[in-house]
């Protein structure tokens, strides 16, 4: 059985993953995982990714009450709104990339299917409608959203990735963040193309016969 100090140091290397990667900077972000059913370590306020320590998670039931440690991060709320809406998800990462934020900037959408692999695993990326970060009603903005879908981009913000470990979450971070970078590059050479409907058969009958779930397609 995992430990907590398991728990605690698996979320302190994905933090400095996260950080290495350059889906956050300074102090932006913050990772939770649950445990116990209604409880989760969540990384504190004003802390860095990159320097995060497993003593420096706070513990928080599914109320927002600090069971041990200090200040939870002020995101807390967006946390808390995806363990309530997501019974299978234990992991949850908000972070800041900086490709998906840019497109959500300038209004491009992430959700067309583009690129196969990130169709495949992960499935659509929608854009929730822009919200005061730090708010609950950045919470709010995802509710919906995330109910149906494993990533979710925040209008000028950043993304939210869930996943039934912090692996996953982490690798549908790397993807949302890919398929950001290959809709750019597809924009300065010229143009978008979708895949079709017929190619969209075929990935899904794939994905079906691989026992693949995911959301939207």
């Known amino acids: 059985m995992i430990t907590e100090w398991q728990i605690r140091r698996e979320i302190v290397e994905t933090a400095r993953k996260v950080y290495d990667a350059g889906f956050v900077v300074a102090t932006d972000g913050n990772i939770s995982v649950r445990v116990m059913g209604d409880r989760l370590f969540l990384t504190p306020s004003g802390s860095c990714m990159k320097t995060l320590n497993p003593a420096d998670l706070v513990y928080v039931d599914f109320d927002g009450r600090v069971l041990s440690g200090g200040r939870p991060s002020s995101e807390l709320p967006l946390h808390l709104t995806v363990y309530r809406q997501r019974p299978d998800v234990n992991a949850v990462i908000h972070s800041h990339p900086p490709l998906a934020v840019g497109c959500s900037v300038a209004g491009v959408s992430l959700e067309p299917p583009v690129v196969p692999e990130a169709v495949m695993s992960l499935g659509r990326i929608p854009t929730a409608e822009y919200a005061t970060l ?84």
């Open 134 to 217: 730090s708010s609950e009603e950045s919470a709010a903005s995802i509710r919906e959203l995330i109910r149906a879908h494993d990533a979710v981009v925040m209008d000028r913000h950043g993304a939210v990735t869930v996943g039934k470990t912090l692996a996953d979450a982490f690798r549908r971070l790397e993807k949302v963040e890919y398929t950001a970078r290959v809709t750019l590059a597809a924009t300065q050479l010229g143009q978008v193309r979708t895949l079709t409907p017929e190619q969209m058969e075929k990935l899904n009958a794939v994905a079906a016969r691989l026992g693949i779930q995911r959301s939207g397609y």
